[in-house]
């Protein structure tokens, strides 16, 4: 958001400056203002006929308009700072200490958590969702930059630390896919290009296009997911995303992986989909409710992580015929390979 400025007020209408600086709506409506949002006055205009009502001089309430404005900003649009995210390690179901005693991540990092199912991993994500400080089940405890982090445990607005993507999504809100977008970008102070980027980036995820027109609860599930997924890349600015089991998602997982890596964000993964697994540099295998060994991704792996690519390259090359109607042709694998290389 650009900042005010005497002659942007004196030289922009109303209508362009409530594009460029969303949290100016707020700040008149706090004072009482009404307006239209599509009225060509400047905003030094508007203010004069209304100090010009209320006996007060123009100047002193631009100045308390412009301290509001930055004080809504500091509050919605700062964003949570993280250097480092530590699991310390507390016990595993028989109260046995945990094999890995601590696991390290920085921002743009990210984890695959595998094991059986009951193993631990969606404990190990509440526990990080939560914040532990040893007053979870598992006894572990989550530092942020080194520290416990209890009190940011209901934070609000850009101090939130953790996103969180899980299986099961729906919408019930009677609103547009555009007017969710648009709620979020308003409270978040940025600005409304953000809302068709986000649009664009979960298109690229899903398979069957949706627009900003679009009900949110005609979407799919897939299509749900994928909107998430670039709302949490694109407008969230938690610095930790938690995903359970995305292969379920019904969307695009490497390029969902790709997107919200590509903001530089801790993402951590429980999943069974081997392709997932080893698409992270390192995976954390979990055992009877501990964090059992970690391991990073081999020479080996990387040469089988490209077979299985290849091979979910064919799995959706199929799917695609199957949704467009098509008569399923052979897609052989050393073609697809030549036809990427």
């Not at 100016?24 to 203002?33: F, K, M, N, P, T």
């Not at 997911?225 to 938690?242: E, G, K, N, Y």
């Amino acid at each position: 958001m650009q900042p005010l400025t005497p002659e942007r007020i004196a030289q922009s209408n109303l209508a362009d400056l409530l594009i460029e600086c969303p949290l100016l709506e707020s700040a008149l409506l706090e004072a009482g203002i009404e307006f239209d949002p599509d009225e060509r006055t400047t905003l030094a205009e508007k203010l004069a006929q209304w100090s010009a009502l209320r006996g007060q001089a123009p100047e002193s309430f631009l100045a308390r308009l412009i301290e509001r404005i930055d004080e809504l900003d500091a509050l919605l649009g700062s964003s949570a700072s993280l250097e480092q995210l530590d699991i310390v390690a507390g016990r595993d179901k028989s109260a046995q200490p945990e094999q890995v005693e601590r696991l390290s991540l920085k921002p743009g990092d990210l984890l695959a958590i595998v094991g059986p199912t009951g193993s631990g991993k969606s404990r190990l994500l509440a526990d990080i969702e939560w914040l532990a400080t040893g007053d979870t089940p598992s006894g572990r405890t989550i530092l942020v930059d080194g520290r416990t982090a209890e009190s940011k445990r209901f934070a609000s607005g850009g101090d939130q630390m953790i996103a969180q993507l899980s299986q099961t999504m729906s919408f019930v809100l009677d609103a547009t896919v555009e007017e969710l977008l648009g709620l979020h970008v308003e409270s978040r102070g940025m600005t409304a290009e953000v809302v068709q980027a986000t649009i664009v980036a979960a298109n690229q995820l899903s398979g069957e296009p949706f627009y900003g027109y679009t009900p949110l609860t005609s979407l799919s599930g897939g299509q749900t997911r994928a909107l998430m997924v670039a709302d949490t890349a694109l407008i969230c600015r938690s610095p930790i995303v938690l995903i359970d089991e995305i292969e379920n998602a019904g969307i695009d997982r490497r390029a969902a992986f790709n997107l919200l890596l590509s903001q530089e964000k801790i993402v951590l993964s429980a999943t069974h989909d081997p392709l997932l697994a080893l698409l992270a540099p390192r995976r954390l295998c979990m055992r009877h409710g501990a964090m059992h060994s970690i391991h990073q991704r081999t020479h080996e792996e990387e040469a089988i992580l490209a077979d299985l690519e290849a091979l979910d390259d064919i799995h959706a090359a199929i799917r695609s015929q199957l949704r467009c109607g098509q008569r399923i042709t052979p897609i052989h694998l050393e073609q697809l390979r030549r036809n990427t290389l």
